[in-house]
T-cell receptor, first 115, second 109 residues
């Protein structure tokens, strides 16, 4: 079974631009979560989608948004990029949402650099 | 208080030794606990999960959970240089997965 895939793997943008990242979950998984990882803050939860609905949202500004399609693929968008948005963006998929048994499997990540 | 805290690193052990990684969590209602391993430049990889009090063994890895004391640990027996990585503790808190900051482990040949 193929794992979680993310595109693009690397991205360089300038301040003020916007960016869209894509994530395809493991086949059969309906929950997709997004995380931001930086050396100083560690892994921080952005949001989770299940069946095209946002189920959870972390403490990030409204510039960070996402959506999920009927085939469970998900995209996240960051508008008006800031230097501090430079990070590794990780997508994780799981079979179900929330609950007690939410084993999440991560994709390879998208490394975003904002200049 | 952070939701999930891990013992400060970095942790260095000789090859063949037991590496002990600890994690405490603040939400007493947490039900599920996970250990992820992350090699430098790579994404986290799930290595263990535990839901019930006690020990769970998988090869050289043993996860231990004590809900009364709100801690979960990971023991790596016969540590190998290939175990050198950052280990992330993650807890289901509410309906989201919350990660600790990780403990960097180095196994010296």
């Amino acid at each position: 079974k193929a794992g979680v895939t993310q595109t693009p793997r690397y991205l360089i943008k300038t301040r003020g631009q916007q960016v869209t990242l894509s994530c395809s979950p493991i086949s059969g998984h309906r929950s997709v979560s997004w995380y931001q990882q930086t050396p100083g803050q560690g892994l921080q939860f952005l949001f989770e989608y299940f069946s095209e609905t946002q189920r959870n949202k972390g403490n990030f500004p409204g510039r960070f948004s996402g959506r999920q399609f009927s085939n469970s693929r998900s995209e996240m968008n960051v508008s008006t990029l800031e230097l501090g948005d430079s990070a590794l963006y990780l997508c994780a998929s799981s079979f179900m949402t929330g609950g007690s048994y939410n084993e999440q499997f991560f994709g390879p990540g998208t490394r975003l650099t904002v200049l | 208080q952070k939701e999930v805290e891990q013992n400060s690193g970095p942790l260095s052990v000789p090859e063949g030794a037991i590496a002990s990684l600890n994690c405490t969590y603040s939400d007493r209602g947490s039900q599920s606990f996970f250990w992820y391993r992350q090699y430098s430049g790579k994404s986290p990889e799930l290595i263990m999960f535990i839901y019930s009090n006690g020990d769970k063994e998988d090869g050289r890895f043993t996860a231990q959970l004590n809900k009364a004391s709100q801690y979960v640990s990971l023991l790596i027996r016969d540590s190998q240089p290939s175990d050198s990585a950052t280990y992330l503790c993650a807890v289901i808190s509410g309906s989201r997965l919350t990660f600790g900051e990780g403990t960097q482990l180095t196994v010296n040949p």
